[in-house]
């Protein structure tokens, strides 16, 4: 297969996914360029909001409007057909955040009932920022390494190693005051979607630590695992 051909494939593979998700699978409507932008304006696909990647989609259409009608005029470059190639497969066939995410069996957690120098010494030695705190199964909230400070900022009592982790619930809970550090998303949210919850984030109030994945994005729902900013970046990056 040439170049050309190549192109055309991958080209109508976007084109189709993008008329049945989005459109109905109604081939009369509109050209491959007016479905692009509509999409990127009414911010379906978080992808389409980075100008160079949509510059590429935008680059694809004029290509292919070339190709099939004068096919002796261009040939799209590797470097171009690998972009595209590899843009069309994050938006028609994205990762899943369950794909990436770090399992609940896999995270190191502590229960309501341990000792506040238990969180503190994990902390330290395993060198992680938030650990996940359950009680009776379910989990309950994040210990972070600001949860003290939030805790000495609301309350008067002297911090003691030995007291119970319960004991700080109104800074370990997620819908305490006074910081927010974490959101729940579903597990099929792509990681691209993900991506942008945190690129949100950062040009706001707080800023995000982790995802925290259930079935529905629900708090209430059973606790699934964790996604971290590093995870996305190792995927898309």
Do not use: C
């Amino acid at each position: 297969m040439n170049k050309e051909d190549k192109f055309i494939e991958i080209y109508n593979q976007l084109d189709t996914y993008l008329r049945i998700k989005y459109f109905n699978d109604n081939p009369s409507y509109t050209s491959y360029s007016k479905k692009i932008f509509y999409i990127k304006n009414h911010k379906l696909e978080p992808i389409m909001q980075n100008e160079h990647y949509f510059d590429i989609l935008k680059k694809a259409g004029e290509i292919r409007n070339i190709v099939a009608h004068n096919n002796n005029i261009i040939v799209p470059s590797d470097e171009f057909l690998n972009e595209f190639s590899n843009l069309v497969d994050r938006i028609s066939k994205a990762k899943r955040v369950d794909q990436i995410m770090t399992p609940y069996s896999h995270l190191q957690t502590k229960d309501y009932q341990d000792r506040l120098k238990d969180v503190i010494e994990l902390i330290a030695n395993k060198g992680y920022n938030a650990i996940p705190i359950i009680n009776n199964h379910q989990f309950v909230g994040m210990f972070t390494e600001k949860t003290i400070f939030d805790y000495l900022s609301i309350s008067d009592r002297i911090i003691d190693k030995e007291m119970f982790i319960k004991e700080m619930h109104e800074v370990i809970d997620l819908d305490g005051k006074p910081r927010a550090y974490f959101k729940f998303i579903p597990r099929n949210l792509s990681i691209d979607q993900a991506y942008d919850i945190f690129t949100q984030d950062f040009k706001g109030k707080h800023q995000l630590l982790l995802l925290l994945v259930t079935e529905n994005g629900i708090k209430t729902e059973k606790f699934l695992g964790i996604v971290a900013l590093r995870d996305l970046k190792n995927e898309l990056y």
